[in-house]
T-cell receptor
Framework: GAGVSQSPRYKVAKRGQDVALRCDPI?????LFWYQQALGQGPEFLTY????????KSGLPSDRFFAERPEGSVSTLKIQRTQQEDSAVYLC??????????????FGDGTRLSIL | AQKITQTQPGMFVQEKEAVTLDCTYD???????LFWYKQPSSGEMIFLIY??????QNATEGRYSLNFQKARKSANLVISASQLGDSAMYFC???????????????FGGGTRVLVKP
């Protein structure tokens, strides 16, 4: 596709449920990033993939958060046993190659997650 | 300490006038990149402009320019001839350690909300 595609656009879940958020990056982009954006704040890094390899997961807030990109394209962010503090917008971004200094990250529209 | 600081939570600007959005950063790396993104109410993050730490000239992209003062660790965004469509949140972000093999995550500031008045 032309841009980064994320689904669903909105997700409402009850506390304790598991959720899965999908990201389809720009075709050919090697690098994929997940960010969490709380209301009124800037995005915060969660995890980074280079192709199918998860090279940095230092931003994942707990072991309830899990991300995968098995074929080096589509990625899924899974949150288990959701809690109210997980409510946020989850942004996915991709870039051609993270190792090139001036490559911008291109973002999707995000998934707005609300935990009741 | 905050790595990216945007001290202006909100600003009004008159249509057709210029506006400067402040951004200061903190890093011990010699090689880094600075980015500005625009986030309209629809939520998407739109890349505007990039400045590398070794770039000698200030970056420009259309109506956007970056006032890069390396010694002061500031990278202010200037929007010239403001338009109504410029109303949005603006985020400054930094990518550190460009020589590293992995990572290159972006660290964002808290953002500045700009409202353009007709």
């Amino acid at each position: 596709g032309a841009g980064v595609s994320q689904s669903p656009r909105y997700k409402v879940a009850k506390r304790g449920q598991d959720v899965a958020l999908r990201c389809d990056p720009i075709s050919g982009h090697v690098s994929l990033f997940w960010y969490q954006q709380a209301l009124g704040q800037g995005p915060e890094f969660l995890t980074y993939f280079q192709n199918e390899a998860q090279l940095d997961k230092s931003g994942l807030p707990s072991d309830r958060f899990f991300a995968e990109r098995p074929e080096g394209s589509v990625s899924t962010l899974k949150i288990q046993r959701t809690q109210q503090e997980d409510s946020a917008v989850y942004l996915c971004a991709s870039s051609l190659w993270a190792g090139t200094s001036n490559q911008p990250q291109h973002f999707g529209d995000g998934t707005r997650l609300s935990i009741l | 300490a905050q790595k990216i600081t945007q001290t202006q939570p909100g600003m009004f600007v008159q249509e057709k006038e210029a506006v400067t959005l402040d951004c200061t950063y903190d890093t011990s790396d010699q090689s880094y990149g600075l980015f500005w993104y625009k986030q309209p109410s629809s939520g998407e993050m739109i890349f505007l402009i990039y400045q590398g730490s070794y770039d000698e000239q200030n970056a420009t992209e259309g109506r956007y320019s970056l006032n890069f003062q390396k010694a002061r660790k500031s990278a202010n965004l200037v929007i010239s001839a403001s338009q109504l469509g410029d109303s949005a949140m603006y985020f400054c972000a930094m990518r550190e350690g460009l020589v590293k093999a992995a990572g290159n995550k972006l660290t964002f500031g808290g953002g500045t909300r700009v409202l353009v008045k007709p």
